[in-house]
């Protein structure tokens, strides 16, 4: 096995199942920074952490019981640097009872291949999953729940405005404000649940909610949040958002779920656009600024308006002029 540039661990299988050391081979030696004699002979409990010493003896017995190989990607408890390894487990079976006797581990380390994988999966901006990264968190979720029947939440949020905001305050304020919109809906969550940005001004979000009315709850203190005054720092502008969801079932397709979430974030963005105006530019603002300061209303900064307020001093003046 000291040929072998690749780490390899010995275990033994005791009854129980308990299981122990047997030895490793240099490039696992390499690897750990240890002797392969300074843990020879000791159990997973006597040299590993109890929750890692736990969570191997139940991996290592799933493998006793299937009799088959299996394969994980994790992170190295035993590497100095937390490298990310594929452990591959392969059962070597007793030639007269057929039963599992020792199990071969090979890790190979796949350190490199998980980081770019990861900015594959990263937005630039925000530094959320992006679309693909989202996806990927959705498959995995889905395989699980698959098993445990427990449903989950998605959700489609899609900030306001940010056009006007680009063409009044200038782009990096719009990359302003989706880097605060995506920090303000990752302090949303809870554990388990992810937000991602997949696309300009659009989030997704997975929530641990498993009934139609978990999710309105959670979607209307959303809502509460962003009319209590939703601002980045040290900016003129306010934000808002238009935000639907939908519960997964077993047994649906994800993009149902997911197109049933757009749609219901579609129909309130459609209510936003029939009560809201969106913010003028500064070159609409001031060719209109004088017509509401001879109606008697204060004039500001651009920003977000109210439709029946401003249709009131358009009357009032006669102003025929179509948004």
């Known amino acids: 096995m000291d ?30 920074g240890q002797a392969s004699e300074s843990l020879a002979g000791q159990l997973f409990e006597d040299c590993l952490p109890p929750h890692k010493a736990r969570m191997l003896t139940d991996r290592y017995a799933v493998c006793v019981r299937s009799r088959q190989s299996m394969h994980f990607d994790e992170i190295g408890e035993m590497s100095p640097n937390q490298d990310w390894y594929r452990t591959t487990l ?13 199990i071969l581990t090979i890790c190979q380390n796949i350190t490199t291949t998980k980081r770019l994988a990861k900015a594959a999966f990263k937005d630039g901006l925000t530094g959320l999953p992006n679309r693909r990264g989202f996806e990927a968190i959705v498959a995995d979720r889905y395989e699980e729940a698959a098993h445990s029947h427990v449903t989950f939440s998605l959700v489609v949020v899609d900030i306001n405005d940010l056009k006007e905001i680009n063409d009044t305050y200038g782009h990096g304020a719009g990359d302003e404000a989706i880097r605060f919109m995506g920090t303000w809906l990752t302090s949303l969550l809870l554990p388990g649940e992810n937000v991602a940005r997949v696309g300009g001004d659009e989030f997704y979000m997975l929530l641990e ?46 993009t149902s779920t997911l197109s049933a979430a757009d749609a219901a974030m579609y129909a309130e963005k459609s209510n936003y656009r029939r009560t809201r105006l969106p913010v003028l530019s500064r070159r609409a603002w001031a060719s209109f600024s004088w017509s509401f300061q001879i109606a008697g209303w204060a004039v500001g900064e651009p920003g977000p308006l109210d439709l029946s307020e401003f249709d009131r001093h358009l009357m009032r003046l006669r102003v025929g002029y179509s948004f």
């Open 90 to 102: 392969s059962p070597c079976l007793d030639e007269e009872t057929g039963k599992v006797v020792r």
């Open 3 to 32: 040929d072998i540039d690749v780490p390899i661990f010995v275990v033994d299988v005791e009854p129980g199942p308990r299981f122990r050391i047997f030895g490793m081979n240099r490039a696992a030696e390499k690897e750990i």
């Open 209 to 254: 909610e498993t009934t139609p009315e978990g999710l309105a709850h959670r979607l209307a203190q959303l809502r509460r949040a962003v009319a209590a005054e939703l601002r980045p720092p040290d900016r003129p502008f306010r934000l808002s958002v238009s935000a639907g969801g939908s519960v997964w079932r077993c047994g649906d397709a994800v």
